[in-house]
C-alpha cells in the first residue's frame, strides 16, 4: 500500500512545488491511516488544511481505496 500511496504523491507533488511547498510520505499504517507532513510554504499557509483533505486526501482515497485519512504531521509541536 505504501507504494501505491507514493505513487499518487509523486503526482501531487509537482502541483504543490510549483507554488512553493512539497509533501512528504512519513507513515502507513495498518489500519489505513497515512500520516505526512507538509513542508516549504504548505506548512504555514492558511488553505493547508483544504489541500490536505480537499486534494492530497481525496486523490490517495481515489487511487488507494483502504486509505482510510490522511493526516499532517506538524513537527513544530514535538516534544
Request: proline letters at 5%; glycine letters at 6%.
Amino acid at each position: 500500500m505504501k507504494e501505491k500511496i507514493e505513487l499518487v504523491i509523486n503526482k501531487i507533488r509537482p502541483i504543490l512545488q510549483a507554488d512553493g511547498g512539497d509533501v512528504e510520505l512519513l507513515e502507513v499504517s495498518p489500519d489505513g491511516i497515512v500520516k505526512v507532513r507538509l513542508t516549504g510554504v504548505c506548512k504555514t499557509c492558511p488553505m493547508a488544511t483544504m489541500t490536505l483533505k480537499m486534494g492530497i486526501e481525496r486523490m490517495i482515497k481515489q487511487e488507494v481505496p483502504e486509505v482510510k485519512e490522511v493526516v499532517a504531521i506538524d513537527e513544530r509541536f514535538k516534544n
